[in-house]
Nanobody, 126 residues
Framework: QVQLVETGGGLVQAGDSLRLSCTASGRTFSSYNMGWFRQAPGKEREFVAAIRWSGNSTYYADSVKGRFTVSRDNAKNTVYLQMNSLKPGDTAVYYC???????????????????WGQGTQVTVSS
C-alpha cells in the first residue's frame, strides 16, 4: 500500500512563495505519474499540476501556469510543487496523488489517480 505525505503548507502573504513536498512510501515511486490538486472551502477539488513518471512531461492548470512548477526526485521518492507569486485565490488544501494502477484518463483528471495524501493547508493573505 502506497502512502503519500504532503508537507510545506502554511500561512503566507500575497506575493510570497512556498514549496510543497510529497513523499511516497514504497520502492516503485519512479513508475508513478503524480498530480497535485487543491480544494478551497465550498468548492470542488481542482487540478493544479501533474508530472509523468519520467519527469519529462508536466501539466498545469491555466490559473497557476507561469507561477507554479512541479518537479520530482525519484531517488528521494518525492514530488515538489514550487509556488511563486501566491495569491489569495490560491488558498486551499493541497493534495498530492499517485497513479499506482495505470488508468485511462487525462493527466488532469482526478480519476486518473488512485492514491491520495492527507493534504496540507496553504493560506495566502492579502
Amino acid at each position: 500500500q502506497v502512502q503519500l505525505v504532503e508537507t510545506g503548507g502554511g500561512l503566507v502573504q500575497a506575493g510570497d512563495s512556498l514549496r510543497l513536498s510529497c513523499t511516497a512510501s514504497g520502492r516503485t515511486f519512479s513508475s508513478y505519474n503524480m498530480g497535485w490538486f487543491r480544494q478551497a472551502p465550498g468548492k470542488e477539488r481542482e487540478f493544479v499540476a501533474a508530472i509523468r513518471w519520467s519527469g519529462n512531461s508536466t501539466y498545469y492548470a491555466d490559473s497557476v501556469k507561469g507561477r507554479f512548477t512541479v518537479s520530482r526526485d525519484n531517488a528521494k521518492n518525492t514530488v515538489y510543487l514550487q509556488m511563486n507569486s501566491l495569491k489569495p485565490g490560491d488558498t486551499a488544501v493541497y493534495y498530492c496523488a499517485a497513479e499506482v494502477q495505470q488508468r485511462e484518463a487525462a493527466m488532469v483528471a482526478s480519476i486518473r489517480y488512485d492514491c491520495w495524501g492527507q493534504g496540507t493547508q496553504v493560506t495566502v493573505s492579502s
